[in-house]
């Protein structure tokens, strides 16, 4: 499985960015994909994250509200929503996905098994 990500940029506080993630490869083995982002000279943390089954959702606390995940299964694509967006959400944002058969919805990095390039996500104040 091969991961693609798109569509960070520059922002100021309050405004918004839509990133993409797109899957190739043996994509039918992909049963959650997800969110993370790493803050300079900071862990990866967990973002959001997605169930392809049932399209369950889980997201982290300070994200609730302002991002939204979704995807699109015939065009094997991710999508993760950026309103309101503040400084601290600067970061580099990595999309991630989980083979089959663990179909838990994940939030540590170490349980996903294919992960993309990363683009990065500025938002100055």
């Known amino acids: 499985v091969q991961l693609q990500a798109s569509g960070g940029g520059l922002v100021r506080t309050g405004g918004s960015l839509a990133l993409s993630c797109a899957a190739s490869g043996r994509t039918v083995s992909i049963s959650v994909m997800g969110w993370f982002r790493q803050a300079p000279g900071k862990e990866r943390v967990f973002v959001a994250a997605i169930r392809k089954s049932d399209t369950s959702t889980y997201y982290e606390n300070s994200v609730k509200g302002r991002f939204t995940i979704s995807r699109d299964n015939t065009k094997n694509t991710m999508f993760l929503q950026l309103n309101s967006l503040r400084p601290e959400d600067t970061a580099v944002y990595y999309c991630?996905?989980?083979?089959?058969?663990?179909?838990?919805?994940?939030?540590?990095?170490?349980?996903?098994?294919?992960w993309g390039q990363g683009t990065q996500v500025t938002v100055s104040s």
């Open positions: 991630a996905a989980r083979g089959a058969p663990k179909i838990a919805i994940a939030t540590s990095a170490s349980q996903y098994d294919y």
